[in-house]
């Protein structure tokens, strides 16, 4: 099981969805999870690619216009990849992805 962690920006986005999307980004995650502990590629309902002019954010759907943004980072436990969540919510995100 991937570790993670959620940055305080992370937090203040998530409060302002509503239960629904929380949801749906849960489910999402589910999914995030079974393809990263299989170490495959991430299914393509997930559209995971890269945040445009960054070198290690990353973006995921989770909704028709639901985004995640994250990044990997160094091992909390060994052997488990660890994720940082950055912010969630709409296109607005990637303002200050």
């Known amino acids: 099981m991937p570790t993670y962690q959620r940055l305080p920006r992370f937090d203040q986005d998530w409060r302002s969805l509503d239960t629904a999307e929380q ?3 849960r489910t999402a995650v ?9 170490g495959r590629p991430f299914r393509a309902g997930l559209r ?7 070198r290690d954010v990353m ?11 994250w990044e990997f980072g160094a091992e909390v436990k060994v ?19």
């Open 79 to 97: 052997g488990q990849i660890h994720v940082i969540w950055r912010r969630i919510g709409t296109h607005d995100i990637f303002r200050a992805p």
């Open 59 to 69: 973006e995921m759907t989770f909704a028709p216009d639901g985004r995640a943004t």
């Open 48 to 54: 995971v690619k890269g945040v445009q002019g960054t």
């Open 23 to 25: 949801q749906r980004f």
């Open 30 to 38: 589910a999914r995030f999870v079974e393809d990263l502990e299989a």
